[in-house]
């Protein structure tokens, strides 16, 4: 079971995916063009070059977790314009972004954190 939390770390590849990749050719970019392992835990989204679909890549510490999303119609709206390879996302914002929201327009409490 996948199960996102408030502690997940997630990482927006900026640049589009040749999707015939699987598992190990996305682990790859992880390491080339991310600079991070994927054998750490982090959730990795990936978007293919129309904007149709998305890919996360996870490893959980048994195996990696493959998850695809392809939509039926239109594209993903939004997708950050930035020269890093990489966006930090928090769980609330991929949650919006896979029913295709726009997380920067999304109006939401700010996150809750305990002051030590």
Known sequence: MLQLTPQSRIFLATHPVDFRK???GLAA???QRLGDNPLEGAV???RNRAGTALKLLLYDGQGYWLCM???SQGRFR???TTPDARVPLSARE???LLW?????RAQ???DWRRVA
Do not use: H, S, T
Not at 100 to 104: A, L, R, V
């Open 22 to 24: 699987g598992i190990d």
């Open 78 to 80: 939004w997708w950050p």
């Open 94 to 96: 991929l949650v919006i």
């Open 29 to 31: 970019v992880c390491r």
């Open 69 to 71: 999303k392809r939509l």
């Open 108 to 110: 939401m409490a700010q």
């Open 100 to 104: 295709n929201g726009d997380p920067e």
């Open 44 to 46: 990795y989204v990936f």
